[in-house]
């Protein structure tokens, strides 16, 4: 840890101030490129907690960047994790207020319901297959306070990993019935494909990355608790959104998905 704990403190406030102001800032290692990981996730766990203290529930965790062509896309070369909040879900069909992002853009990603605790390290895809209750259609609404999607991977991880919403689908599925690698995802903006990808686009295996996720957590005495809601991470790359533009996701053997921007 690079940072005191004044600092940690004023940058959370900073990188919070960004999203509740919706208001773009500039990446945070510019002013400390010395922050290493500790001081990166310190900070976001800094966010969480000014969070919790004002009421917000926290509805899960999610993993970002774990396609290589995410990372490609984004010039990082690591899965991050974050958290989810309350006031960032939304119903399938739902209308999102476009106002309430800086940027907003949106990933096609399988989202996964616990039912037993995982416990890094060592956590496999195995233990994760034993522990999935089901599984659904889910979009995540990315937007990150870094002016123009501008950052490296310290400061995406400080900003909640750009976390802003999560759009999930009516329909679920046991994970006994699905193939996760193999199903197919087609995501429509405005009645046109725009992007296609497979459950092994996330890091071979969706519940890989789930897995990664409790080893990961591990490193800090966490665990994933059962009934933990996890977003898996981008199936298809992230597409711009803006007000008027109506989303679509047809999942393969899961259903679809929708939202409208307003
Ligand atoms: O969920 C994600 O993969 C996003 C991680 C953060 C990077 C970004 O803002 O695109
Ligand atoms: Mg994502």
Not at 122 to 137: K, N, R, T, Y
């Amino acid at each position: 840890m690079t940072l005191s704990k004044e600092v940690i403190a004023q940058l959370a406030e900073h990188v919070e101030n960004a999203e509740l102001n919706k208001k773009a800032i500039t990446k945070i290692t510019d002013d400390y490129p010395d922050m290493d990981w500790e001081d990166a996730y310190a900070i976001q766990y800094a966010i969480r907690k000014r969070k919790q203290d004002r009421g917000t529930l926290i509805a899960g965790l999610k993993m970002g960047l774990t396609s290589h062509a995410k990372m490609k896309q984004m010039g990082v070369e690591t899965p991050v994790f974050g958290f989810l909040t309350d006031y960032g879900s939304y119903a399938d069909g739902a209308e999102i207020d476009t106002s309430n992002f800086i940027h907003p853009r949106i990933e096609g990603e399988v989202a996964v319901m616990t039912n037993k605790t995982l416990k890094g390290p060592g956590c496999h895809i195995g233990s994760v297959l034993a522990a999935i209750d089901f599984v659904m259609p889910a979009i995540e609404i990315i937007d990150s306070r870094y002016e123009n999607f501008r950052f490296d991977l310290k400061s995406v991880i400080a900003d909640n990993t750009s976390a802003a919403g999560y759009v999930t689908g009516s329909n679920m599925k046991r994970i006994e019935e699905l193939d996760l690698p193999t199903l197919g995802v087609v995501l429509e903006k405005n009645g046109e494909i725009v992007e296609l990808g497979a459950g092994a686009a996330v890091l071979g295996h969706p519940a890989a990355s789930v897995a990664m996720l409790a080893n990961m957590l591990a490193e800090r005495g966490e665990e994933i608790s059962a009934g933990t809601f996890i977003m898996t991470g981008g199936i298809t790359a992230a597409v711009a959104v803006e007000k008027g533009d109506n989303i679509n996701m047809r999942c393969q053997d899961i259903g679809s998905v929708s939202m409208r921007f307003v």
